[in-house]
Antibody, heavy 118, light 107 residues
Framework: QVQLQESGPGLVKPSQTLSLTCTVS??????????WSWIRQHPGKGLEWIGY???????YYNPSLKSRVTISVDTSKNQFSLKLSSVTAADTAVYYC??????????WGQGTLVTVSS | DIQMTQSPSSLSASVGDRVTITCRAS??????LNWYQQKPGKAPKLLIY???SLQSGVPSRFSGSGSGTDFTLTISSLQPEDFATYYC?????????FGQGTRLEIK
């Protein structure tokens, strides 16, 4: 059973870069067939898809964030990562990593709250 | 982007009630529609994929239907653990988009 776990700083200063890592266990990122995804949820709000990456390195980003987002994969560590540059308070959210299977997201990590504040 | 609109935004119901939540897409998405349940402080959990397929381990009181632009999630007999927020998500075209959520509360 694949499990995902997010990690990274919980506090980021405005204008800096948010960096998170998702560690995959119980399965290999390199096995193919899945897109490794990032989704966020602003406090008390709905869900926003950020982007996903295939193990080969192909990426797909939400156009609303594309200019600031980079998703990368490290198959040797069975991890994938999110970088979001030039953050503002509007980027304060719970960030989830998830596996995209055909079209749906399952499973999800537990989520990590990132607060943007000086 | 395809807009997903859920109704109602919130709903009060009692244990044992039959509940239906609706999700409408701004354009046809065939059957590329998925449903999630989210409880406070937890990650969303997949309930239904491809409009009507029940995810493994999900109770059979949950069902999904629809195609094109109109979809429904039905809970046949509400249980105490079903009080949560429900989201639909379309995977027909990038970017994937979610509905705004339906909060199901205890009456």
């Amino acid at each position: 059973q694949v499990q995902l776990q997010e990690s990274g700083p919980g506090l980021v200063k405005p204008s800096q870069t948010l960096s998170l890592t998702c560690t995959v266990s119980g399965g290999s990122i390199s096995s193919g067939g899945y897109y490794w995804s990032w989704i966020r949820q602003h406090p008390g709000k709905g869900l926003e898809w950020i982007g996903y990456i295939y193990y080969s390195g192909s990426t797909y980003y939400n156009p609303s964030l594309k200019s600031r987002v980079t998703i990368s994969v490290d198959t040797s560590k069975n991890q994938f990562s999110l970088k979001l540059s030039s953050v503002t308070a509007a980027d304060t959210a719970v960030y989830y990593c998830a596996t995209r299977n055909t079209g749906w997201f399952d499973p999800w990590g537990q989520g990590t709250l990132v607060t943007v504040s000086s | 982007d395809i807009q997903m609109t859920q109704s109602p935004s919130s709903l009060s119901a009692s244990v044992g009630d039959r509940v239906t939540i609706t999700c409408r897409a701004s354009q046809s998405i065939s059957s590329y529609l998925n449903w999630y349940q989210q409880k406070p402080g937890k990650a969303p959990k997949l309930l239904i994929y491809a409009a009507s397929s029940l995810q493994s381990g999900v109770p059979s009181r949950f069902s999904g239907s629809g195609s094109g632009t109109d979809f429904t999630l039905t809970i046949s007999s509400l249980q105490p653990e079903d009080f949560a927020t429900y989201y639909c998500q379309q995977s027909y075209s990038t970017p994937d988009t979610f509905g705004q959520g339906t909060r199901l509360e205890i009456k």
